[in-house]
């Protein structure tokens, strides 16, 4: 049993130092700052600013009817008997909810729009993220976009010129 014990610490001090000897190697990266370096972001961002002007140009119009509607309304307001009021006035809260949804609708669209683009250049990102750290020997790459790490020292690897070459980015 004595000699199951000191075989047992043996074999546990052995581990520690092995352990202890191996030299841990941390990396960091600003993946935000990575990204919008990417050709791929700038062609999401005008695809998007493509999409989100063209919604808006949509409520543009629609915008400027319900004015017109609104101007048309008031200007004949007083000349106008109570059935004929109330159904124009009903006209124009009803078009004004139609651009309140189209609105929420359009704002929906363009952060799926979104999602979607960014989507497969996360994707590309991390898997060169993760090719760097393999290739390195790395533990860990922490996001230092993130605000997440406080300190990093000059010997944490920055993985960013590394992910760039394997984006084929400068």
């Keep these: 049993m004595k000699s199951i014990k000191q075989l047992l610490i043996a074999g546990l001090l052995m581990l520690v130092a092995t352990v202890s000897a ?3 190697k941390f990396g960091h ?3 935000q700052n990575l990204i919008l370096e990417l050709p791929e972001k700038v062609a999401a961002d005008k695809a998007l600013q493509k999409e ?4 808006q140009n949509n409520l543009k119009v629609m915008s400027e009817d319900l004015d017109k509607k609104y101007t048309e309304y008031m200007a004949q307001r007083d000349t106008l008997p109570e059935l004929i009021k109330a159904t124009k006035e009903k006209e124009i809260q009803d078009y004004d909810q139609r651009i309140k949804n189209f609105n929420n609708l359009a704002q929906q669209n363009l952060q799926q729009k979104e999602q979607q683009l960014l989507q497969p250049i996360i994707e590309k990102v991390e898997k060169a993220i993760e090719a760097v750290g393999a290739e390195a020997g790395l533990i860990y790459i922490f996001d230092v976009s993130s605000k997440v790490v406080v300190y990093h020292s000059a010997k944490s690897l920055d993985c960013a010129p590394l992910v760039k070459v394997k984006l084929g980015i400068q």
């Design 52 to 55: 989100a002007g063209s919604l």
């Design 29 to 31: 990266i600003d993946v």
């Design 22 to 24: 191996q030299e841990l």
